[in-house]
């Protein structure tokens, strides 16, 4: 018997899964479908690239979909934001690098991370750094173009 983990997600982790689920299973999925379907009633397709590459597509798409409702099974929704100020998984967390940059982001698992949309994983250089010290704290992280020294400057 295997034990499956949970995984912890914020309530806008889950929301943000459970609407890009709905999207692949009632737009995408059916549209490949159809496009599948045309491909075959219009020839041959034994040495069709455009329909292989459409078979591909539809099995990627169909492994995000699983992948998703597992996430989905074993999710354990999580608070928001820090009570005492120290850095942990749900955490907002304001931090200024070395040349002064200044950038907000909150550490969340790595399934719902989105570094575009200020989301980082905890499981990042910069998230395993960052994890365990508070406002005022500095954490080295390694960067392909050197180090870089991030000192915090709020958790909320």
């Known amino acids: 018997m295997s034990v499956r ?3 912890q997600l914020t309530a806008e982790g889950v929301s943000r899964l459970q609407a890009e689920l709905q999207q692949l299973e009632h737009s995408l999925l059916p549209e490949l479908k159809q496009r ?3 491909a075959t009633e219009d020839g041959d397709v034994n040495d069709n690239t455009e329909f292989d590459d459409l078979k591909e597509e539809f099995m990627q798409t169909e492994a995000r979909i699983r992948d ?6 074993r999710a354990e929704v999580i608070a928001e934001g ?3 100020g120290i850095i942990a998984l749900g955490s907002h967390v304001t931090v200024r690098a070395d040349d002064g940059e200044q950038e907000t982001w909150v550490l969340v698992n790595a399934e719902e991370a989105d570094a575009l949309d200020g989301r980082i994983s905890a499981d990042s250089p910069l998230g395993r750094a ?3 010290i508070k406002s005022g704290d500095s954490a080295a992280v390694e960067t392909p173009d050197g180090p870089i020294t991030y000192t915090v400057v709020d958790v909320r």
């Open 68 to 73: 998703i409702e597992q996430t989905l099974e």
């Open 5 to 7: 983990r949970t995984i």
């Open 130 to 132: 960052l994890v365990g």
């Open 36 to 38: 599948i379907q045309q």
């Open 82 to 84: 820090s009570v005492d």
